[in-house]
């Protein structure tokens, strides 16, 4: 199987690419709210809404483990040919995904919560504008407070493959593998920081990971400097565990915000802007500061600074832990 080239498709391949990273955001952007709304209002008490509405930020990691399990195993079947067609079955494969995901959405009831809302006849007409209207404030914020999330993450996820093989000298098996062992570990990691933000508040454990995150930029680059591979593995380790103690909480943290008839809009906005100006170009401001500078502490400054944006938006945040949404009427 032949691999399509630009002189036999032209500039349509890159048409097709992002109309179809098109209609795939416009169905992650709806999914992600009703997955953890869903989570969070099935929730019995109040207590538990950060353990619970971490559940579905598991998914993530999972995912991508999944994701680079998948490219790692066809990467070595294929061998020299994965460009042509290796690459390709894990994308075939995914329809397995799509169609449990599917299964098990349609299975699932309203909540509590909104079906008195839908009782009272309190159902937004057009939720979107409403909470625009309503809420700009929350959206804008929840969104920047993701900034100190998003450029990290994309950074550890998708730019270490150019910074491994280019400047460390790393396989891009080796890195795979990598963040399959950091993937990993977030299984654990992600439940365990929404326990802690239902005892300490999702504020406090937010800015916290924003704050160890962003400092630990600068150790990060200069452990995987090292080309050492125990080190470049614990590097992985400790971003992504700092990394989920934002992820974790996140949910709760964002949904809360937002009064129950206007959630579902206002979460999901807040949550996607964020990935339109800090994690979409994350990769290629960090490619432009090592072409720039050569050096991976330049990338961490900037990690950094987006780590003290996130730590003021949240700050600003309103604190809702423990409240009663179900007397919630705005």
Same mark, same amino acid.
């Given at each position: 199987?032949?691999?399509?080239?630009?002189?036999?498709?032209?500039? $349509?391949?890159?048409?097709?690419?992002?109309? =179809?990273?098109?209609?795939?955001?416009?169905?992650?952007?709806?999914? $992600?709210?009703?997955?953890?709304? =869903?989570?969070?209002?099935?929730?019995?008490?109040?207590?538990?809404?950060?353990? %619970?509405?971490?559940?579905?930020?598991?998914?993530? &990691?999972?995912?991508?483990?999944?994701?680079?399990?998948?490219?790692? *195993?066809?990467? !070595?079947?294929?061998?020299?040919?994965?460009?042509? $067609?290796?690459?390709?079955? &894990?994308? $075939?494969?995914?329809?397995?995904?799509?169609?449990?995901?599917?299964? %098990?959405?349609?299975?699932?009831?309203?909540?509590?919560?909104? !079906?008195?809302? %839908?009782?009272?006849?309190?159902? *937004?007409?057009?939720?979107?504008?409403?909470?625009?209207?309503?809420?700009?404030?929350?959206?804008?914020?929840?969104?920047?407070?993701?900034?100190?999330?998003? /450029?990290?993450?994309?950074?550890?996820?998708?730019?270490?493959?150019?910074?491994?093989?280019?400047?460390?000298?790393?396989?891009?098996?080796?890195?795979?593998?990598?963040?399959?062992?950091?993937?990993?570990?977030?299984?654990?990691?992600?439940?365990?920081?929404?326990? &802690?933000?239902?005892?300490?508040?999702?504020?406090?454990?937010?800015?916290?990971? /924003?704050?160890?995150?962003?400092?630990?930029?600068? *150790?990060?680059?200069?452990?995987?400097?090292?080309?050492?591979?125990?080190?470049?593995?614990?590097?992985?380790?400790?971003?992504?565990?700092?990394?989920?103690?934002?992820?974790? &909480?996140?949910?709760?943290?964002?949904?809360?915000?937002?009064?129950?008839?206007?959630?579902?809009?206002?979460?999901?906005?807040?949550? !996607?802007?964020?990935?339109?100006?800090?994690?979409?170009?994350?990769?290629?401001?960090?490619?432009?500061?090592? *072409?720039?500078?050569?050096?991976?502490?330049?990338?961490?400054?900037?990690?950094?600074?987006?780590?003290?944006?996130?730590?003021?938006?949240?700050?600003? =945040?309103?604190?809702?832990?423990?409240?009663?949404?179900?007397?919630?009427?705005?």
């Amino acid at each position: 199987m032949r691999p399509h080239t630009y002189e036999q498709i032209g500039v $349509w391949g890159a048409v097709l690419l992002v109309a =179809l990273r098109f209609i795939q955001g416009i169905g992650v952007g709806g999914e $992600w709210g009703g997955s953890v709304l =869903l989570s969070m209002e099935w929730a019995r008490t109040s207590k538990n809404r950060g353990l %619970i509405a971490a559940w579905p930020q598991f998914g993530g &990691p999972a995912g991508f483990f999944l994701a680079n399990l998948a490219i790692l *195993a066809f990467s !070595q079947m294929s061998g020299d040919q994965f460009l042509s $067609w290796g690459w390709r079955v &894990p994308f $075939w494969l995914s329809l397995v995904m799509v169609g449990i995901g599917l299964w %098990i959405r349609l299975g699932i009831l309203e909540t509590p919560i909104f !079906q008195q809302v %839908i009782a009272d006849e309190r159902v *937004a007409r057009a939720p979107v504008a409403e909470v625009l209207k309503r809420q700009p404030k929350e959206i804008i914020l929840t969104a920047v407070a993701r900034m100190g999330q998003m /450029a990290p993450v994309y950074v550890y996820n998708a730019f270490v493959f150019t910074y491994g093989m280019r400047v460390v000298g790393a396989s891009r098996d080796f890195l795979l593998i990598v963040l399959l062992i950091g993937s990993f570990f977030s299984f654990f990691t992600i439940p365990f920081s929404g326990y &802690p933000s239902d005892r300490l508040g999702r504020k406090h454990i937010y800015i916290f990971g /924003a704050a160890a995150t962003g400092l630990f930029a600068f *150790a990060y680059f200069a452990m995987l400097d090292t080309a050492i591979p125990v080190l470049i593995i614990l590097a992985t380790l400790i971003a992504f565990a700092f990394h989920d103690l934002m992820w974790g &909480p996140l949910a709760a943290l964002t949904a809360e915000c937002f009064t129950p008839r206007l959630r579902y809009s206002g979460a999901s906005i807040g949550f !996607q802007l964020a990935a339109v100006f800090a994690g979409g170009p994350a990769p290629m401001i960090a490619t432009a500061l090592l *072409a720039a500078t050569g050096s991976g502490q330049v990338i961490a400054l900037y990690i950094f600074g987006s780590a003290i944006v996130s730590i003021a938006a949240t700050a600003f =945040l309103p604190s809702n832990r423990g409240r009663d949404f179900a007397r919630d009427h705005l």
